[in-house]
């Protein structure tokens, strides 16, 4: 299953409501998780199933969706949310990746 | 708090094997019921499933990787490691070692370590 994250970039101010696409190949229910890569960081979960957000991850944070089309949404960023953001899949085995979100600081 | 570590050569020459090892702290590896993966991210490009063990010995691999690929597990020293032959250029890449559950979510990810495939 191929995903297709866009934009690929984008440049917000903090505070700013941003809002990250990914779109699959193939339906793939709500089994979507995102992640988040800052800088020099490894990436860490923060959404399971399309919308749970993983232990610890601030409510600002939500994620909606089912099918094919998903998104993550960030209702306030905040300095620390300006990273790469990815989804993945999991219904369809193996597992895949999208490219990536850029999150960038304007 | 489960922290994972990636260590080995980071250089590698072409056609030769690629070993990487992961170091699990803060948990026993045997505990619970998680799987063990290798994903890889090359530069510019995407995150790459690699393959996962469990710490009884089950494993699976992705079939991108031409049956090149064997993770194995030594839960004496909490530790699981990754083999690639025959590696060339197109394996250049941060390879990450992380913990999943049955249901392929990843987390948490290890720091990464940066292979480069190169004479």
């Known amino acids: 299953v191929v995903l297709t994250q866009s934009p690929a970039a984008l440049s917000l101010s903090p505070g700013a409501r941003v809002t990250l696409s990914c779109r699959t190949s193939q339906s793939v229910d709500t089994y979507v998780a995102w992640y988040q890569q800052r800088p020099g960081q490894a990436p860490r979960l923060l959404m399971s199933?399309?919308?749970n957000r993983a232990a610890g991850i601030p409510a600002r944070f939500s994620g909606s969706g089912s099918g094919t089309d998903f998104t993550l949404t960030i209702s306030s960023l905040d300095p620390e949310d300006f990273a790469v953001y990815y989804c993945q899949q999991r219904r369809r085995w193996p597992p895949t990746f999208g490219g990536g979100t850029k999150v960038e600081i304007k | 708090q489960v922290q994972l570590q990636e260590s080995g050569p980071r250089l590698v020459k072409p056609s030769q094997t690629l070993s990487l090892t992961c170091t699990v702290s803060g948990a026993s590896i045997s505990s619970g019921s998680y799987y063990w993966s290798w994903i890889r991210q090359a530069a510019g490009k995407g995150l790459e499933w690699i393959g996962r063990i469990h710490t009884s010995g089950s494993t699976i691999y992705n079939p991108s990787l031409n049956s090149r690929g064997s993770i194995s597990v030594d839960t004496s020293k909490n530790q699981f490691s990754l083999r690639l032959t025959s590696v060339t250029a197109s394996d250049t890449a941060m390879y990450f070692c992380?913990?999943?559950?049955?249901?392929?979510?990843?987390?948490?990810w290890g720091q990464g370590t940066l292979v480069t495939v190169s004479s």
């Open positions: 992380v913990r999943g559950g049955t249901d392929y979510w990843f987390d948490p």
């Open positions: 199933d399309a919308s």
